[in-house]
């Protein structure tokens, strides 16, 4: 299957600071790729769709300015979390369709002290 | 709005019995596609199976095979032989039509217990 990776796999950030989460698809392209949110032992939460070349479709609740999406090409989209607070601390996935399925990547754990 | 329901939080099977995982959905639509994706403590989500809406035949990946039960809109995951590494969160996934670009519909997961 497509391979998905994401970076880093494990983030540590003291409240108030930016991060930003790195998606790829390594061996295809995905012209749409999705975020997802899960916490522990509960499903995943679509969080927006990130479309290249126009703007990222966020799902109700999710505030937009602070989840800062990027498409910027056909292999790579971004999750930046502006302004973290301990809130924010969770699991944060990406997908990539490709071949009639979607593709996740390895997932990345946030942590705000 | 579609909606998965995965009725069973945990499960538990012996090791290299069969264990059957449940899945209803609820859709208008008549193309959709159907997923099982498995979540060990890795988290890694890994794809198990895909079922066709338009396809009557079950689909079937070495020992996971599928019972799709479209007009009681059921699609359950069947595990034969379970291994101590079949042990995982296993979600029952809904998308509409045929494009891969679609989002994802999950259920809130069933946990997997692999007794050696």
């Known amino acids: 299957g497509a391979v998905v990776s994401q970076h880093p796999s494990w983030v540590i950030c003291k409240s108030g600071t930016s991060v930003k989460i790195e998606c790829r698809s390594l061996d295809f392209q995905a012209t749409t790729m999705f975020w997802y949110r899960q916490f522990p032992k509960q499903s995943l939460m679509l969080m927006a769709t990130?479309?290249?070349?126009?703007?990222?479709?966020?799902e109700q609740g999710v505030e937009k300015d602070k989840f800062l999406i990027n498409h910027a090409s056909l292999t790579l989209s971004t999750l930046t979390v502006t302004s973290a607070h301990p809130e924010d601390s969770s699991f944060y996935i990406c997908s990539a369709p490709d071949t009639g399925a979607q593709y996740f990547g390895p997932g990345t754990r946030l942590t705000v002290l | 709005a579609q909606t998965v329901t995965q009725s069973q939080p945990e499960m538990s099977v012996q090791e290299a019995e069969t264990v059957t995982l449940s899945c209803t959905y609820d859709?208008?639509?008549?193309?959709?596609?159907l997923f099982w994706y498995k979540q060990p403590p890795s988290r890694q989500m890994i794809l198990v199976i895909r079922q066709e809406a338009y396809k009557q035949q079950n689909a079937t990946e070495n020992r996971f095979s599928v019972n799709f039960q479209k007009a009681a809109k059921s699609f359950s995951l069947k595990i034969s032989d379970s291994q101590l590494g079949d042990a995982a969160m296993y979600f029952c996934?809904?998308?509409?039509?045929?494009?891969?670009?679609?989002?994802?519909?999950f259920g809130g997961g069933t946990r997997l217990m692999v007794k050696p």
């Open positions: 996934a809904y998308r509409d039509g045929d494009n891969a670009g679609n989002m994802l519909t």
């Open positions: 859709t208008s639509e008549s193309d959709y596609y």
């Open positions: 990130s479309n290249e070349g126009s703007k990222a479709t966020y």
